[in-house]
């Protein structure tokens, strides 16, 4: 099975963030979770619809927060819609973590997440022991939230894949695409519970 993927963004100016973060959320590797960030991009590869993939199919969004990932065009127009609207549409953990001081507090977007370290300290104000302690206890956040139950939104919920007789719309088309973290987890709840059998036809 798919293993459940974190995807990792951050700003070329917070790359040093980027490894530290990364090296403690790749702990959880043992626990077959991966870690997913442009630097998973092949040479030759094309890297949009690469990243809108890895997108698509994550369980939690870490945001490394800086001022430089605030004001990156690319980031807030194509990365950060796509995290809010997975958020909203089917469940995506969002996890804001605060690398250094900035105005988080001034996007509307932002300050309505809870962020990381608790109460939006920057990790950057701390000493090297505090880092460590911070992110290997981001790494066991993540780990416990990965463990519970999927949450479907209450959209969901109130809304069967079934649409009766009517031909499907646009409107319909979150019922066949993103949702492949939904898909996931029922699979797996299946495998878990399920006693039948599957034989394929000759």
Request: hydrophobic share 40%; with cysteine; aromatic share 8%.
């Amino acid at each position: 099975m798919t293993k459940p993927t974190i995807f990792l963004s951050y700003s070329r100016q917070d790359s040093d963030w980027h490894d530290r973060i990364s090296s403690h959320l790749r702990v959880l590797g043992e626990l077959k979770v991966k870690v997913w960030s442009d630097r998973e991009i092949d040479p030759g590869e094309d890297w949009l619809p690469a990243i809108r993939t890895a997108i698509s199919r994550s369980r939690v969004a870490i945001l490394v927060i800086s001022a430089d990932f605030l004001n990156s065009p690319f980031i807030r127009s194509e990365e950060v819609p796509r995290f809010l609207e997975r958020r909203q549409a089917d469940g995506l953990i969002v996890i804001p973590v605060i690398a250094r001081p900035c105005a988080w507090t001034a996007v509307d977007w932002l300050a309505s997440i809870q962020c990381y370290p608790e109460g939006g300290r920057a990790l950057s104000k701390g000493k090297k022991p505090q880092i460590d302690e911070d992110l290997a206890g981001l790494a066991l956040k993540v780990k416990t939230l990965l463990a519970q139950p999927f949450a479907l939104s209450s959209s969901q919920e109130d809304r069967p894949p079934y649409v009766g007789m009517r031909p499907f719309s646009d409107e319909d088309a979150d019922l066949f695409y993103g949702r492949e973290a939904l898909t996931e987890h029922l699979l797996e709840r299946y495998s878990k519970t399920s006693s039948t059998r599957r034989v394929d036809p000759c």
